[in-house]
């Protein structure tokens, strides 16, 4: 590999870290939009806005980690 392709790799890894960490949070706020105000429901909803919420968590916080442990792998590190 050359140098400036590996720049590019890192860069790329790196914007793809950042974009699941937004996606993540963005899941989030929609989750608590669906919670709390009348988005989807009358009222707003625990039982779709919850699961959200919860889910957007996640992969806001494991998804980097995957994606690090993935690529490790595929570098055969």
């Known amino acids: 590999m050359t140098p400036q392709h590996d720049d590019e790799i890192w860069r ?5 870290i950042n974009m699941v960490r937004l ?3 963005a899941i989030v ?3 608590l939009a669906v919670w709390y105000t009348n988005l989807l429901v009358q009222g ?3 039982l779709l806005g919850l ?3 919860l889910g957007g968590l996640v992969v806001s916080f494991l998804g980097p980690k995957w994606l690090a442990r993935h690529w490790k792998r595929q570098d055969g590190r």
């Open 29 to 31: 706020f929609f989750g």
């Open 44 to 46: 707003g909803t625990i």
């Open 12 to 16: 790329t890894r790196f914007i793809q």
């Open 23 to 25: 996606g993540g949070t």
């Open 51 to 53: 699961p959200l919420a």
